[in-house]
């Protein structure tokens, strides 16, 4: 007999049943017979203190700006704003709701918990450009370190933790382990980062170039 893969709304319904309840700064919340999500310093408060939403697009407005009415270009930076809860009828409701509050976040995980996923080393990465990025090819492993320390600190750039080494089998051994630890607590799906992002490879080529001007290059 031939099993068919579970769907991404039936691994979210799955681990919602063994009691998960927490990705990156929000929470899950059994109410009724669907789902209440806030923001993970919003656990407690008092409903009637929050502006409620019933869709799911709804996650889509409220990621979109910080408190100061900035926009968001990285969904992963700890910066959500506070003051909402939102209402969903189904599990599917839910899944969509976080894929607009952590794009792809419940499919890589799942990808990744399956062996489905290769995270790509970041050396490789740096590689790989063309162009205009084509200069952070030249950065060497501490290099890297560096870029990625400044450029993705847990508590105040982004909370996606990096399954990705510096290069194949150079792990990234001097970033905290909030920022590396794979193996979340039992209510916790880590958001996790698989390849680097835009912004990382942006901050790269800033970072090499200022070195080789400081080097007279």
Known sequence: MTLHPKSLTEELADWLAQGGRRIGEIVILPCGEGWEVRHVDDAES????????????????ISKYDAAGQY??????PNLV???????DT???????????YPAALGNWVAFTQGRAT????????ARQTGMYRITGL???DDCRAVVADNCAYATNCRRRIAWPVAAGVPFDTLPPEKTNLEPAPDEMP????HACSL????ARTYIKKKRAAAGQ
């Open 139 to 141: 950065l060497d492993e």
């Open 82 to 88: 506070h003051g909402w809860r939102l209402t969903l």
């Open 119 to 126: 995270p790509s080393p970041i050396r490789e990465t740096f």
């Open 200 to 203: 990382l490879v942006a901050s």
């Open 91 to 101: 599990t599917a409701a839910l899944r969509d709701a976080l894929d607009f509050f």
């Open 191 to 194: 958001v996790l980062c698989l």
């Open 46 to 61: 008092p409903a009637s203190s929050l502006t409620a939403h019933k869709t799911p697009e709804a996650a889509r407005e």
């Open 72 to 77: 968001r270009p990285l969904k992963g930076a």
